[in-house]
């Protein structure tokens, strides 16, 4: 079963905006991770939030982690025709990772 | 420092035959795992091996998958016989313990069955 739940499903910009997905999940969590995924190829990890922190910064991504609400987003600032891909949350419980179903990012250069 | 490698990239096949993947882990990496990919989902863990002990395999379809990790190095998942819902990407990752933090990914392997 998928324990998070990525939205919006699909999104498409234009270069230089940001974009910003979010992420629901059910149970409590020790992390929550996101990916990246380029068509045909595997996942690539961005970042890792604990359960214990709130943000969490590295390069153009933020990453905000809220526990009561068991939501995380993560935004991507200035994008770039490159940011194109996949992205998806993966929750850590019981040292397990759990992905969500992804949104797929379409930037337009 | 090498990534992790799968073979072969793509594999075509008819129903109710046969197939086995490969995986070779970053070295000294302890964990592996296997995932299944249907398209347009996210990666399903399928196994997951510390050294060469199975971890968790409760979403293997044991009737008709395997693998093993001997040694505590290279994998192999095989599929028999396969079924038409099989088809998906099948992906390798590994991590250096089974603490639940990053793990690397290969480029995995794209099965077909027709």
């Known amino acids: 079963s998928q324990q998070g739940e990525e939205d919006p499903q699909a999104l498409s910009i234009q270069e230089g905006e940001n974009a910003t997905m979010n992420c629901s999940y059910k149970t409590s969590i020790n992390n929550l991770q996101w990916y990246r995924q380029n068509s045909g190829r595997g996942l690539v990890h961005l970042i890792l939030i604990r359960s214990n922190e709130r943000e969490k910064h590295s390069g153009r991504l933020r990453v905000t982690l809220d526990t009561s609400k068991k939501s995380s987003s993560l935004l991507i600032t200035a994008s770039r025709a490159a940011d194109t891909a996949s992205y998806f949350c993966?929750?850590?419980?019981?040292?397990?990772?759990?992905f969500g179903k992804g949104t797929l990012l379409t930037v337009n250069p | 420092e090498a990534g992790v490698a799968q073979s072969p990239r793509y594999k075509i096949i008819e129903k109710r035959q046969s197939v086995a993947f490969w995986c070779n882990p970053i070295s000294g990496h302890a964990t592996l795992y296997w995932y299944q990919q249907i398209l347009g989902q996210g990666p399903k863990l399928l196994i997951q091996?510390?050294?060469?002990?199975?971890?968790?395999d409760s979403q293997l379809p044991k009737d008709r998958f395997s693998a093993e990790r001997l040694k505590g190095v290279d994998s192999t998942l095989k599929i028999q016989p396969a079924k038409l819902e099989d088809s998906a990407v099948y992906l390798c990752a590994s991590t250096y313990s089974v603490t639940g933090d990053i793990q690397y990914f290969g480029a995995g392997t794209r099965l077909s069955v027709l």
């Open positions: 091996f510390q050294n060469n002990g199975v971890v968790d």
């Open positions: 993966a929750t850590v419980s019981n040292y397990k990772l759990t």
